[in-house]
């Protein structure tokens, strides 16, 4: 029981008051506020069991973890005074029927009721046929991909910016991660996280990671792409040059619709450091797909994460007719990612030479942008009018925003359209000819509420709002010149109901008395 600990969540790294994680040095410790987990027992239906008790001591300096060892009496009459059979706590795994065993399995359980004495079980369960082994391994979401060794590492900067190695990369979580690694020339060779085989010489269990495709970075940032990606490349020194170092591993992995990892591939991205670099910055990304689908990137799974793209798409000329082809325009639009976006602002603040220059909106990031537009006499209305527009909105503004993360294309009932409001778009006033209406910013509001279980709630968009505001813009004399702001803006509203508790409605009495009942009163 001294071994157990069901706080301990983290592959290799120390939890958060988690007094029984063997992975908390005593500087950890030093900084534990209480015991998430005080008592560790095993099966709590038994007589007598230890119990292994977790506790600070705090009056020391530092505070340090207390751990006593005693013995459980559980009063329950009904407890279990030894397990003699310990197969009896848990179910057995059924036998796969086959063409060999198909007669004898339908013989012993093929009848209405069948037994299931102890000498028909598997006794020996810890057993495995080494054939079977490594074979297959289905993964739920989140769950750190083993590896042969021990898991697939992503490296990431955990308290400051340096590399830690400890990192797993988690099923189908996209990770992207920069961080920093100590390096010098002479001993570059010897530096493992530097190395290609660092990184792939071990296998998601019986799937080998290949090498995708290498590129090589030259000093002054130039990059190649080499033709042979099949040559493992190991750090070496050229010239006091330390060459084939790795600077950026991007995974692909490749898994089926039921968690079956069945492909790894991995790109790399090598480079030169000379003797003047004590440091290098590492960049690392994984990123996973169905087989037979085509990658789309999610935004959550399936409500959106802050911080995350606004997935968005068209619909295609002949709608309703045939509904299989709506939004077929998703991820063939000029937005290679079919992300929702917006103006994006330079140094300059030049909105002409801004034209084209988009970022995309993050989900619950409120974010403002702007230029500044510089007008001549002898601009003409309507052109400018348009110019305007097509900054505001992009050159192909979407039609409908994914009301989930991960909502696909096909299905139709999981995209909120958008909704244009606007005032007197691309309009001259005839009565003033020496005037017209220009669009001057875009205010888009995206309403979304928290869907599903308390426990877990997920965000869902339920609305979007995309408000052109226009002003005013008089005839300039011949020779003069003026500076409008030209704005673009999102807000995220939280539209969520208090959570309210349900109760069952009271039971209602329906009795029938006899007619007479109340006879002679009434």
């Given at each position: 029981?001294?071994?157990?600990?069901?706080?301990?969540?983290?592959?290799?790294?120390?939890?958060?008051?988690?007094?029984?994680?063997?992975?908390?040095s005593?500087?950890?410790?030093?900084?534990?506020?209480?015991?998430?987990?005080?008592?560790?027992?095993?099966?709590?239906?038994?007589?007598?069991?230890?119990?292994?008790?977790?506790?600070?001591?705090?009056?020391?300096?530092?505070?340090?973890?207390?751990?006593?060892?005693?013995?459980q009496?559980?009063?329950?009459?009904?407890?279990?005074h030894?397990?003699?059979?310990?197969?009896?706590?848990?179910?057995?795994?059924?036998?796969?029927?086959?063409?060999?065993?198909?007669?004898?399995?339908?013989?012993q359980?093929?009848s209405?009721?069948?037994?299931?004495?102890?000498?028909?079980?598997?006794?020996?369960?810890?057993?495995?046929?080494?054939?079977?082994?490594?074979?297959?391994?289905?993964?739920?979401?989140?769950?750190?991909?083993?590896?042969?060794?021990?898991?697939?590492?992503?490296?990431s900067?955990?308290?400051?910016?340096?590399?830690?190695?400890?990192?797993?990369?988690?099923?189908?979580?996209?990770?992207?991660?920069?961080?920093?690694?100590?390096?010098?020339?002479?001993?570059?060779?010897?530096?493992?996280?530097?190395?290609?085989?660092?990184?792939?010489?071990?296998?998601?269990?019986?799937?080998?990671?290949?090498?995708?495709?290498?590129?090589?970075?030259?000093?002054?940032g130039?990059?190649n792409?080499?033709?042979?990606?099949?040559?493992?490349?190991?750090?070496?020194?050229?010239?006091?040059?330390?060459?084939?170092?790795?600077?950026?591993?991007?995974?692909?992995i490749?898994?089926?619709?039921?968690?079956?990892?069945?492909?790894?591939?991995?790109?790399?991205?090598?480079?030169?450091?000379?003797?003047?670099?004590?440091?290098?910055?590492?960049?690392?990304?994984?990123?996973?797909?169905?087989?037979?689908?085509?990658?789309?990137?999610?935004?959550?799974?399936?409500?959106?994460?802050?911080?995350?793209?606004?997935?968005?798409?068209?619909?295609?000329?002949?709608?309703?007719?045939?509904?299989?082809?709506?939004?077929a325009?998703?991820?063939?639009?000029?937005?290679?990612?079919?992300?929702?976006?917006?103006?994006?602002?330079?140094?300059?603040?030049?909105?002409?030479?801004?034209?084209?220059?988009?970022?995309?909106?993050?989900?619950?990031?409120?974010?403002?942008?702007?230029?500044?537009?510089?007008?001549?006499?002898?601009m003409?209305?309507?052109?400018?009018?348009?110019?305007?527009?097509?900054?505001?909105?992009?050159?192909?503004f979407?039609?409908?925003?994914?009301?989930?993360?991960?909502?696909?294309?096909?299905?139709?009932?999981?995209?909120?359209?958008?909704?244009?409001?606007?005032?007197?778009?691309?309009?001259?006033?005839?009565?003033?000819?020496?005037?017209?209406?220009?669009?001057?910013?875009?205010?888009i509001?995206?309403?979304?509420?928290?869907?599903?279980?308390?426990?877990?709630?997920?965000?869902?968009?339920?609305?979007?709002?995309?408000?052109?505001?226009?002003?005013?813009?008089?005839?300039?004399?011949?020779?003069?010149?003026?500076?409008?702001?030209?704005?673009?803006?999102?807000?995220?509203?939280?539209?969520s109901?208090?959570?309210?508790?349900?109760?069952?409605?009271?039971?209602?009495?329906?009795?029938?008395?006899?007619?007479?009942?109340?006879?002679?009163?009434?």
């Open positions: 029981v001294a071994k157990l600990c069901v706080c301990d969540l983290l592959v290799a790294q120390c939890d958060v008051n988690c007094c029984c994680d063997p992975d908390c005593a500087a950890d410790v030093s900084l534990f506020t209480t015991c998430s987990v005080p008592i560790v027992t095993g099966d709590s239906r038994l007589c007598s069991q230890k119990a292994a008790i977790y506790s600070l001591d705090v009056e020391a300096n530092p505070p340090e973890r207390i751990f006593k060892l005693i013995d009496v559980n009063p329950s009459v009904f407890c279990i030894a397990t003699n059979y310990k197969q009896a706590l848990s179910f057995s795994s059924p036998e796969m029927p086959t063409s060999e065993n198909f007669d004898q399995l339908l013989k359980f093929g209405a009721s069948f037994s299931a004495e102890p000498d028909s079980w598997n006794m020996n369960t810890d057993a495995q046929n080494p054939s079977d082994v490594n074979e297959t391994y289905s993964y739920e979401y989140g769950v750190p991909i083993q590896t042969a060794d021990a898991f697939l590492r992503l490296p900067p955990v308290v400051s910016s340096w590399c830690s190695d400890a990192n797993p990369a988690g099923f189908l979580v996209n990770q992207a991660t920069k961080c920093i690694r100590s390096v010098s020339v002479e001993k570059c060779g010897n530096i493992q996280a530097v190395s290609m085989l660092f990184y792939i010489n071990s296998s998601i269990l019986a799937v080998n990671i290949t090498v995708q495709s290498i590129v090589v970075q030259s000093l002054n130039m990059r792409l080499l033709n042979g990606s099949d040559v493992l490349r190991l750090p070496m020194i050229l010239d006091e040059l330390c060459i084939n170092i790795v600077l950026g591993v991007s995974y692909h490749t898994y089926t619709d039921t968690g079956e990892i069945i492909e790894a591939a991995a790109s790399f991205v090598l480079g030169a450091i000379n003797k003047e670099a004590l440091s290098i910055q590492q960049s690392f990304e994984i990123s996973f797909t169905q087989v037979n689908t085509k990658p789309v990137p999610l935004s959550g799974n399936p409500g959106y994460v802050v911080g995350l793209p606004v997935r968005a798409g068209f619909r295609p000329q002949g709608y309703p007719f045939p509904v299989e082809i709506l939004f325009a998703l991820v063939l639009n000029t937005n290679k990612y079919s992300q929702l976006t917006i103006l994006q602002s330079t140094s300059n603040q030049d909105c002409l030479a801004a034209q084209g220059a988009r970022t995309p909106i993050l989900f619950g990031y409120n974010m403002i942008s702007g230029c500044k537009l510089r007008i001549t006499a002898a003409k209305c309507q052109p400018l009018t348009q110019t305007l527009l097509d900054l505001l909105k992009g050159q192909s979407p039609e409908y925003v994914a009301s989930f993360g991960n909502s696909q294309a096909q299905d139709v009932l999981d995209w909120v359209p958008i909704t244009h409001l606007h005032t007197s778009e691309q309009r001259i006033y005839n009565t003033f000819q020496s005037s017209c209406q220009i669009p001057v910013s875009l205010e509001e995206v309403k979304w509420t928290k869907y599903g279980s308390l426990v877990n709630p997920q965000a869902r968009i339920v609305n979007v709002t995309a408000t052109i505001t226009t002003t005013t813009l008089k005839q300039l004399p011949s020779g003069r010149e003026r500076t409008i702001p030209i704005t673009s803006s999102v807000v995220f509203t939280d539209i109901s208090p959570a309210e508790p349900g109760y069952k409605a009271w039971p209602t009495i329906n009795a029938k008395l006899p007619f007479d009942f109340f006879f002679p009163f009434v």
